[in-house]
């Protein structure tokens, strides 16, 4: 397995969509951390902060092992956030990590 990034971006005004199915989401990303294939996961913001009331959410990344870049991408498809509408648009690429 070698690592891939998934970097989504939300769409307009999917602050409170993204809510409610932050639960579903966490738990897909729980399943990896305990299979030992995350590295990191979070969201990024459109200002410089880490409060989501005051800039908004732009987006997420997440580094992860997978088998390859066609299962990073299955899995990315079939992340809650894309299901529900939040992300507008993602992009998976393979990732090297370095330190």
């Not at 579903?24 to 996961?41: G, I, S």
């Not at 732009?58 to 990073?72: N, R």
Request: charged letters at 20%; hydrophobic letters at 45%.
């Amino acid at each position: 397995m070698k690592y891939y990034v998934i970097v989504a971006t939300d769409m307009p005004n999917s602050l409170e969509l993204r809510r409610s199915v932050r639960p579903a989401h966490l738990a897909r990303l729980e399943e990896l951390n305990a299979q030992n294939r995350l590295q990191c996961a979070g969201p990024y913001f459109h200002e410089d902060t880490n409060n989501p009331a005051e800039g908004g959410i732009k987006g997420s990344m997440i580094i992860a092992k997978f088998a390859s870049l066609a299962d990073a991408k299955e899995w990315a498809a079939a992340d809650p956030y894309v299901t529900a509408g939040v992300y507008a648009h993602i992009d998976v690429h393979a990732f090297k990590l370095v330190l």
